[in-house]
């Protein structure tokens, strides 16, 4: 209390400055009801009698007790001898001009204007600034009335504020000029503002005139920022991140991070001494493969602690076997489902409201047949995307065929992407290939949502079991499995065949037509072949396929071919007598009340109790060559997949993944399910009870719903551009008077 005491005692020697017009209650500076100032500045009050006394004994004159020293803090006010205590009158100070400078370091606002007292009053509460020390006033701050002299300065700063008005603490004009503190209120080196006793005393006053509650500016008020830009992912060195537990010593994590970077640096240079330009394209930067490798530790760290030595030592050894091929499908994969997670939370591709989508044209199915020669894409544009757009020479199959007696029948897994050899015609032994059991995760890869508050990358996890990247696969096949892809060993098998003229087909058709192929000891085959017309959807063909290769895997998870379907199946050796075996046992099923596949809750599938099969994909092939021409449009989606299993060069198609492209070009593409959900609002493959698989049928049809639909709008704009129809043909605008889409 003494402490306070005393400096309210000293606060009470400063005249207020509002005078005596002062309506604050309880307030602190000095009045002239309270005691007036004498010409020799001592106290007429008898309260500070006493206190003037010891003052002027002790030489000072302030009027301050020296014994306050042992309580009070030591940074006073300190009036030099031979003044008397009267403030100095030294030249006038202007009021325009701020009293004390800006505090160092501080860039002031655009809008700066010099305070007032009252302003200055609410500054010194807000801020305490504390100068080094205290410079003399030049000549040329000198501007003002030399009115204010030692005993009515206070009186002049009051008259100022009562004339102009209180200004906001935070609309300030920029100053002209620095100015420094006044020599009147600059004694024995200190400042009179910068005085911690006056500053304290008006931030500890319960009564004091100014409000202290809020010290920072309303938003309001503050001067417009900029808002700040997504910062944008820090650089890293390899270094492995630091995690608390670890899941190994750091020198570990280490070496093991620098073996996976070292991998990804040998797979991405080779990718950018690759002669196509859309490879490079999916090359990274070095820092991109330093985070790449970052994340890819930190995520088996944080995820699988117990395991973690494994699981990384396996990385790296997966990484050592990968080809550059390898290497694209793991970034195009990694792109495909970043794009899947952006388009999701987009809402791009997602599914509408509603029921599905009806299409109408306003053409017949003739005229809508004549529309798709506007829509067709030729195929030789298209071969650095895997189609056959030429069959391979004898030169290019016989050295696939060389190729492949070096090989001596090793080849690489296409689910795990082990090493293992086939044995075309059974081994002795009855086996087909080596290795063993083939452990792998039948489902894709996909990147997981992020939790609520979770940093840094988003984790990679498969979709059949939810695992992380790197971890053992959840399921086990019989055998090893393998898939070609060079159009001159496809041919090295069976022939690439170019669609033949046939005159019986009419000119009004299209087809639309799905593959499913199977693993076999000779890659991947085709096992099932369907066709229908457009537009209707009417079937034309769908027949099931005996491969060249003994039969691996049906891959029934997505062909929907069933070793049954096979066993069941009635072989093709004359078209008319096996459909009209298949059409007796249809008719024996029904009266005994068997339900047909694709009916009764199975809408959409296609799949019979019992099929027709061809001995061979030559057969398959012939029988489509039947009812198409080389002008017929073949309709389709991935139709390069479908043609190279089928070995045929066809001029004429229309492909749903040129149709809608992703939006970052191919080799990325929309998947046919995501495109039928979006445009059409319609549901396809969809799992049901005792359904396994996916449908041609059903994805044929799909993807010719999607070409009508594009039909659709391509007429509109044909008609927006003088198109139209003349007794049922479709007539182009007259020359010269073509019209632009905008009118």
Avoid at 542 to 553: A, R, S, T, Y
Avoid at 627 to 641: Q, R, S
Avoid at 690 to 698: I, R, T
Avoid at 706 to 713: F, I, S, T
Wanted: hydrophobic fraction near 30%.
């Amino acid at each position: 209390m003494d402490v306070m005491d005393a400096v309210l005692r000293n606060f009470k020697s400063i005249p207020c400055p509002a005078r005596d017009k002062c309506t604050t209650v309880g307030c602190q500076f000095q009045h002239s009801w309270d005691k007036s100032l004498t010409a020799d500045g001592t106290s007429e009050s008898p309260s500070r009698g006493q206190n003037a006394s010891r003052g002027q004994e002790g030489g000072s004159g302030s009027g301050f007790d020296e014994s306050q020293d042992a309580d009070g803090p030591r940074k006073r006010i300190k009036v030099a001898s031979g003044q008397d205590g009267v403030l100095s009158q030294s030249q006038p100070l202007t009021t325009t001009k701020p009293i004390s400078p800006p505090p160092l370091k501080r860039k002031l606002p655009e809008t700066y204007s010099a305070p007032t007292a009252s302003s200055e009053t609410i500054k010194n509460q807000q801020t305490i600034t504390r100068p080094s020390a205290a410079s003399p006033v030049t000549s040329s701050d000198h501007r003002t009335s030399s009115a204010v002299s030692s005993g009515n300065y206070f009186d002049s700063l009051a008259s100022s504020t009562t004339s102009v008005g209180t200004p906001k603490p935070h609309s300030i004009a920029k100053p002209t000029s620095t100015a420094h503190p006044p020599a009147s209120l600059v004694t024995g080196g200190k400042n009179l503002f910068a005085s911690p006793i006056a500053s304290v005393s008006a931030i500890h006053s319960p009564k004091s005139s100014t409000s202290t509650k809020s010290i920072t500016p309303p938003e309001a008020d503050r001067p417009g920022r900029v808002p700040k830009k997504a910062a944008a992912r820090a650089p890293e060195s390899l270094n492995p991140r630091h995690l608390k537990p670890a899941p190994a010593p750091h020198e570990f994590r280490h070496s093991v991070l620098k073996l996976l970077h070292d991998q990804f640096a040998r797979l991405n240079n080779e990718l950018k001494k690759s002669s196509d330009a859309n490879d490079k394209k999916l090359a990274l930067s070095e820092q991109e493969l330093i985070w790449l490798a970052l994340d890819k530790e930190e995520k088996l760290a944080k995820g699988q602690q117990t395991v973690y030595k494994n699981l990384i030592k396996n990385l790296v050894i997966v990484h050592k076997k990968y080809t550059v091929s390898d290497w694209k499908k793991v970034l195009i994969e990694e792109n495909m489902q970043k794009q899947k997670v952006l388009d999701a939370a987009s809402g791009k591709l997602g599914p509408k409201n509603g029921a599905p989508i009806q299409i109408n044209t306003g053409l017949d199915s003739f005229q809508e047949v004549k529309i798709l020669k506007h829509l067709v894409t030729p195929v030789d544009k298209l071969a650095k995307y895997g189609y056959v757009p030429v069959p391979p020479t004898a030169e290019e199959i016989a050295k696939a065929r060389a190729g492949e007696e070096a090989a001596q029948g090793w080849e690489q897994c296409d689910r795990c992407q082990s090493r293992f050899q086939v044995f075309p015609g059974r081994k002795e032994d009855g086996s087909l290939t080596s290795g063993g059991q083939c452990q792998h995760h039948p489902g894709r890869p996909y990147f997981k949502e992020r939790s609520v508050g979770q940093t840094g990358p988003s984790e990679r996890r498969y979709r059949c079991c939810d695992g992380a990247m790197g971890e053992p696969g959840c399921t086990k096949g019989t055998t090893h499995v393998f898939k070609v892809n060079a159009p001159s060993r496809l041919a090295a098998l069976i022939p690439f065949v170019e669609t033949p003229p046939n005159e019986d087909v009419p000119k009004c058709r299209a087809v639309c037509f799905d593959c499913e192929m199977g693993y076999t000891s000779r890659g991947m085959e085709l096992i099932r072949l369907t066709a229908t017309r457009f537009p209707d959807g009417s079937e034309l063909l769908d027949v099931l396929v005996h491969p060249v290769g003994e039969i691996l895997d049906l891959n029934s998870k997505y062909s929907g071919v069933l070793p049954e379907h096979i066993r069941n199946a009635v072989n093709v050796d004359d078209p008319l007598e096996a459909r009209r075996i298949i059409k007796e046992h249809e008719e024996a099923e029904k009266a005994r009340g068997v339900a047909q596949e694709g009916e009764d809750g199975n809408e959409g599938r296609t799949m019979k109790k019992r099929m027709q099969i061809v001995s061979s994909p030559a057969v398959a092939r012939a029988l489509l060559f039947s009812v198409i021409a080389p002008d017929t449009p073949l309709l389709g989606h991935g139709l390069e997949n479908d043609l190279n299993a089928m070995r045929m060069v066809h001029p004429t198609i229309i492909d749903t993944i040129l149709l809608y492209p992703h939006s970052k070009g191919l080799p990325l593409r929309n998947g046919l399910r995501a495109l039928v959900r979006h445009h059409l609002n319609k549901e396809i493959q969809v799992e049901q009870v005792g359904v396994v698989g996916h449908d041609s049928g059903e994805d044929a049809r799909a993807a010719g719903d999607l070409v009508r639909l594009k039909v659709a709008q391509k007429w509109k704009a044909m008609v927006r551009e003088g198109w139209s129809l003349v007794d049922g043909e479709i007539v182009p605008p007259p020359a010269g008077r073509k019209r632009s889409a905008s009118e």
